[in-house]
């Protein structure tokens, strides 16, 4: 069975630096494409990093110089660093999974296109 648990999160503030982990197990983690979302209250979820089975990255516009998303391979853990973090990145922070080798991710930003989920860790910016 397919687990992600986030952790890592918590608060800070403007311009300081968090690093939030996912834990998976349960899966084939190299085959994986894997991405980062955050939703805020009253809000949609929304993207904020991705990371294919090859290691290529994209980021949403708003994280842009700001976040990093890498993988640790050793221990099946995707890492998002976020720096220089604005009040308006407060939202609680989830990791999400999806086997590629099966099935092609046409919009990696796009929660639809994940199938596992982890329970979300909260990041909190204070001004």
């Known amino acids: 069975q397919v687990q992600l648990v986030e952790s890592g999160g918590g608060s800070v503030q403007a311009g300081g630096s968090l690093r939030l982990s996912c834990a998976a197990s349960?899966?084939?983690?190299?085959?994986?494409?894997m991405g980062w979302f955050r939703q805020a209250p009253g809000k949609e979820r929304e993207g904020v990093a991705a990371?294919?089975?090859?290691?290529?990255?994209s980021y949403a516009d708003f994280v842009k110089g700001r976040f990093t998303i890498s993988k640790g391979n050793a221990k099946n853990t995707l890492y998002l660093q976020m720096n220089s973090l604005k009040p308006e990145d407060t939202a609680m922070y989830y990791c999400?999974?999806?086997?590629?080798?099966?099935?092609?991710?046409?919009?990696?930003?796009?929660?639809?296109?994940?199938?596992?989920w982890g329970q979300g860790t909260q990041v909190t910016v204070s001004s």
């Open positions: 990371i294919d089975r090859y290691g290529t990255t």
């Open positions: 999400a999974a999806v086997d590629c080798s099966v099935y092609m991710v046409r919009r990696p930003h796009h929660q639809y296109e994940y199938n596992y």
């Open positions: 349960g899966y084939t983690y190299v085959t994986y494409c």
